[in-house]
T-cell receptor, first 115, second 114 residues
Framework: AQSVTQLDSQVPVFEEAPVELRCNYS??????LFWYVQYPNQGLQLLLK??????LVKGINGFEAEFNKSQTSFHLRKPSVHISDTAEYFC?????????????FGSGTRLSIRP | DGGITQSPKYLFRKEGQNVTLSCEQN?????MYWYRQDPGQGLRLIYY???????QKGDIAEGYSVSREKKESFPLTVTSAQKNPTAFYLC?????????????FGPGTRLTVL
């Protein structure tokens, strides 16, 4: 069975500092990987996703993530954060080979930006 | 503008009552989903539908029911059998049921049981 582990429930950083949000997954098959962002009291919005090809994926708002198959990781990074990046971030995985369309979400990482 | 709407934004229910949460999309997506979000637990799948008049249970379907009579609509009923229904409920849709498709989310409904 698939699972997703987000190692940090909260990450505080200063404005304009770099940030990395960690995500590890467990799966016996090939996967698709996603990062979603949720602003307070709103739905989720896709930041980026890995389907195939280059392991470095660039997304919206200056975020990027790198797929590392050997370490089963998909960490999210941004070189310089802004106050507006304050939100909860969810890593998610889905099975390439499954006939169903379900994806499994991690428990989320709350990013708080200090001025 | 295309998107997903959920109503109401806030809902209060007395114990023993059934309530129905609305989800409508005008994106012409085939697949629709209902998730429950609790603090610190991420999103858990309740039900999903890959096509009109068909739906499947997710990981936590007990105490919930759905229908998919129209492509645009996927209402969720929280029944009195759901032991702890207070949560944030999110509806989503995707073009097909392809595993790599982006899911588009509505703004959510916050349900509180009094």
């Amino acid at each position: 069975a698939q699972s997703v582990t987000q190692l940090d429930s909260q990450v505080p950083v200063f404005e304009e500092a770099p940030v990395e949000l960690r995500c590890n997954y467990s799966s016996s098959v090939s996967v698709y990987l996603f990062w979603y962002v949720q602003y307070p009291n709103q739905g989720l919005q896709l930041l980026l996703k890995y389907l195939s090809g280059s392991t470095l994926v660039k997304g919206i708002n200056g975020f990027e993530a790198e797929f590392n198959k050997s370490q089963t990781s998909f960490h999210l990074r941004k070189p310089s954060v802004h106050i507006s990046d304050t939100a909860e971030y969810f890593c998610a995985v889905s099975d390439r080979n499954s006939s169903a369309s379900k994806i499994i979400f991690g428990s989320g990482t709350r990013l708080s930006i200090r001025p | 503008d295309g998107g997903i709407t959920q109503s109401p934004k806030y809902l209060f229910r007395k114990e023993g009552q059934n309530v129905t949460l609305s989800c409508e999309q005008n994106l012409n997506h085939d697949a629709m989903y209902w998730y429950r979000q609790d603090p610190g637990q991420g999103l858990r799948l309740i039900y999903y539908s890959q096509i009109v008049n068909d739906f499947q249970k997710g990981d936590i379907a007990e105490g919930y029911s759905v229908s998919r009579e129209k492509k645009e609509s996927f209402p969720l009923t929280v029944t009195s059998a759901q032991k702890n229904p207070t949560a944030f409920y999110l509806c989503a849709s995707s073009i097909k049921s392809f595993r790599g498709d982006t899911q588009y989310f509505g703004p959510g409904t916050r349900l509180t049981v009094l």
